[in-house]
């Protein structure tokens, strides 16, 4: 079934409450999908730096360590911050290439869950709540953010499972729902040189946006053609470095809610996930239409 929330702040002086009200929603939609959560936020960037989010297999791993070591053979002055069973590094650009090599070479065991200059994913195994608290999400600031609570169908309830994905420099995606074809367009992306970790399916989507858009499209455009390329049924949220975009598939089987003020753009799977944001008895309430692409984006 699973549970979707997003948030697109517009007031910068909302920013401070990303983290906490983007906790709340998703608090909302547990019982949509008890296995696991995520959250993806979009926090400050630094000039000239990426932010590197990495997580062990478990939440037993000894992250620490495996961060120290990274950190020793690529850059010893790059910092690092603890977030429970993730490590945010934060490497200078043009070290990444030698991040991911490295990694692949001494620690495989180790996940890359986000690269980016803004974009951080926090994701685990767990009631939503408790992994909400576990990271203290509440707590983070941003200009945008994404989360999803998870009942698994066709893969197996990990942390690597769990949503949201990311494929692409600051790009993220969840989903509900289910793509049939993801089998056949996982083997064509890995081909065309796309990292597919997973037998998830929504990380095939993720990572055929992450395609379009290195061949050119904008996100407006690769969301477009997903509608003829991807067979299935699906509610997606998408995240970029600068904005937020939403897209159901032509039948729309999916629930899906948005509301807008001039304060923000929120989604959610339930109508019930909005009533905790500010403002919103006199927000625009609607259903996003089938095939139709929604985004907004920051300047």
Same mark, same amino acid.
């Given at each position: 079934?699973?549970?979707?929330?997003?948030?697109?702040?517009?007031?910068?002086?909302?920013?401070?409450?990303?983290?906490?009200?983007? %906790?709340?929603? #998703?608090?909302? &939609?547990?019982?949509?999908?008890?296995? /696991?959560? =995520?959250?993806a936020i979009y926090g400050?960037? +630094?000039?000239?730096?990426?932010?590197?989010?990495?997580?062990?297999?478990?939440?037993?791993?000894?992250?620490?360590?495996?961060?120290?070591?990274?950190?020793?053979?690529?850059?010893?002055?790059?910092?690092?911050?603890?977030?429970?069973?993730?490590?945010?590094?934060?490497?200078?650009?043009?070290?990444?290439?030698?991040?991911? %090599?490295?990694? #692949?070479?001494? &620690?495989?065991?180790?996940?890359?869950? /986000?690269? =980016?200059?803004?974009?951080?994913?926090?994701? +685990?195994?767990?009631?939503?709540?408790?992994?909400?608290?576990?990271?203290?999400?509440?707590?983070?600031?941003?200009?945008?953010?994404?989360?999803?609570?998870?009942m698994a169908t066709e893969?197996?309830?990990?942390?690597?499972?769990?949503?949201?994905?990311?494929?692409?420099?600051?790009?993220?995606?969840?989903?509900?729902?289910?793509?049939?074809?993801?089998?056949? &367009?996982?083997?064509?992306?890995?081909?065309?040189?796309?990292?597919?970790?997973?037998?998830?399916?929504?990380?095939?989507?993720a990572g055929y946006l992450?395609?379009?858009?290195?061949?050119?499209?904008?996100?407006?455009?690769?969301?477009?053609?997903?509608?003829?390329?991807?067979?299935?049924?699906?509610?997606?949220?998408?995240?970029?470095?600068?904005?937020?975009?939403?897209?159901?598939?032509?039948?729309?089987?999916?629930?899906?809610?948005?509301?807008?003020?001039?304060?923000?753009?929120?989604?959610?799977?339930?109508?019930?996930?909005?009533?905790?944001?500010?403002?919103?008895?006199?927000?625009?309430?609607?259903?996003?239409?089938?095939?139709?692409?929604?985004?907004?984006?920051?300047?």
């Open positions: 079934m699973c549970g979707i929330a997003g948030l697109f702040i517009k007031d910068p002086k909302l920013e401070p409450q990303l983290g906490e009200l983007l %906790a709340k929603m #998703t608090s909302t &939609l547990c019982s949509r999908g008890p296995d /696991s959560a =995520g959250f400050k960037g +630094e000039a000239g730096m990426t932010k590197v989010t990495i997580a062990g297999p478990s939440d037993a791993y000894d992250i620490d360590s495996a961060a120290k070591k990274l950190i020793a053979a690529i850059d010893p002055t790059a910092r690092c911050v603890r977030r429970h069973s993730h490590a945010v590094i934060s490497f200078k650009t043009g070290d990444v290439p030698r991040v991911e %090599a490295w990694l #692949t070479e001494n &620690l495989p065991e180790i996940t890359v869950m /986000s690269e =980016g200059a803004r974009l951080e994913i926090y994701k +685990e195994v767990g009631y939503p709540d408790t992994v909400a608290s576990e990271f203290e999400i509440a707590k983070m600031g941003g200009t945008h953010g994404i989360s999803h609570t998870r893969s197996a309830v990990t942390t690597n499972g769990a949503h949201p994905f990311s494929t692409g420099a600051d790009q993220c995606l969840v989903h509900n729902g289910s793509l049939s074809n993801h089998a056949s &367009l996982r083997r064509e992306l890995r081909r065309d040189g796309i990292k597919i970790k997973t037998e998830n399916d929504t990380e095939v989507a992450t395609r379009q858009m290195r061949g050119g499209q904008s996100l407006g455009e690769a969301l477009k053609a997903s509608i003829d390329d991807l067979d299935g049924f699906f509610t997606f949220v998408v995240g970029t470095e600068s904005g937020f975009g939403v897209l159901r598939d032509p039948i729309a089987c999916k629930p899906a809610v948005m509301a807008e003020t001039d304060q923000y753009v929120a989604f959610a799977s339930e109508y019930k996930t909005l009533t905790c944001l500010p403002g919103i008895k006199t927000a625009r309430v609607w259903e996003p239409k089938p095939a139709t692409v929604y985004f907004w984006e920051h300047n």
